[in-house]
């Protein structure tokens, strides 16, 4: 039996905690999975709209000590710090993946014309730029449609009614243009409504599965 296999996972909040380690405990059971949380940085990313340097050194930081502490692997539960997993990839000599980036992979095998679904104004750019980045890697060109439930989360989190939540997100999905092609969910928090968008016209694509999936990909662990 070989050597077991240590994740630490970077969380800006505790939204999608419990999923993720029920998402690492289906697909990489035999992996021992840590998790730091900071949710300041989640509060940061609303005061300023974006991750600050002072936040970005703090997120970087993380991942070195998680490195020190024996990580094979590190995984980026929030979206909005993609540009931080990039330099702290410069910083580190074991792979940090982004939770999006295979389901934006699959958007971009799938679709040209796709939707972005965010319910935090900060991850917008970043996964637009991820997406186009993707979408260049694989030679293909997308038109993109930014749709933003501006208070979705606050109402998760801050006010309890995962159902309003919902109606809010998913107003905002059915009446999408009749032109796009697929939907990426780019907030792990939007996992929640997987069930209920499985039978959806167009495909909806949301990124926790999927980026578990490429994690145990990445470990060769088969």
């Known amino acids: 039996m070989g050597q077991v296999k240590t994740i630490y996972v970077i969380h800006s909040s505790n939204v999608s905690l419990d999923t993720l380690n029920e998402l690492f405990n289906r697909y990489i059971p035999e992996a021992r999975v840590f998790n730091i949380v900071d949710d300041s940085l989640l509060a940061g990313l609303h005061v300023h709209g974006h991750p600050t340097p002072e936040m970005l050194k703090r997120f970087c930081s993380y991942a070195i000590m998680a490195e020190h502490a024996g990580a094979d692997m590190l995984f980026s539960q929030c979206s909005s710090f993609g540009g931080g997993v990039d330099i702290a990839r410069r910083l580190i000599n074991i792979p940090f993946l982004k939770i999006d980036q295979p389901m934006m992979e699959q958007a971009v095998k799938c679709a040209g014309k ?105 470990l060769r662990l088969d």
Do not use: W
């Open 114 to 218: 796709i939707a972005i679904v965010a319910t935090v104004k900060s991850t917008m750019k970043p996964s637009a730029d991820l997406l186009r980045e993707c979408a260049a890697a694989a030679g293909k060109q997308v038109e993109i449609t930014e749709v933003l439930a501006e208070n979705a989360l606050k109402v998760l989190m801050e006010e309890g009614d995962p159902d309003k939540h919902d109606r809010e997100v998913l107003e905002l999905i059915q009446n999408l243009p009749d032109d796009v092609e697929c939907v990426v969910l780019a907030q792990g928090s939007m996992y929640r409504l997987k069930d209920r968008l499985k039978d959806f016209k167009i495909p909806v694509l949301a990124s926790p599965e999927l980026g578990v999936i490429a994690a145990r990909g990445a």
